[in-house]
């Protein structure tokens, strides 16, 4: 298994992470009302857009790497 993939399931496991902070965070905020929870979700749910442009960004950019 080359870097290259390592390095793109760890972005993906990063950003399924983020979503489900994030879900999880405004789901409390919604019950509870909690400012915390909707400040903690919305930079979670940031993290998880930003992750994604990563993603993509590096897939971009090393994608004539191969996958050996």
Request: proline residues 0%; contains cysteine; positive net charge.
């Amino acid at each position: 298994m080359s870097l290259k993939v390592i390095h793109v399931f760890f972005i993906l496991v990063s950003t399924l992470m983020c979503i489900g902070i994030a879900a999880f965070r405004l789901d409390a905020w919604r019950h509870l009302g909690d400012a915390s929870a909707l400040v903690q979700g919305l930079i979670a749910t940031i993290g998880a857009v930003l992750l994604v442009g990563y993603l993509v960004h590096f897939i971009r950019k090393y994608r004539g790497l191969g996958y050996q």
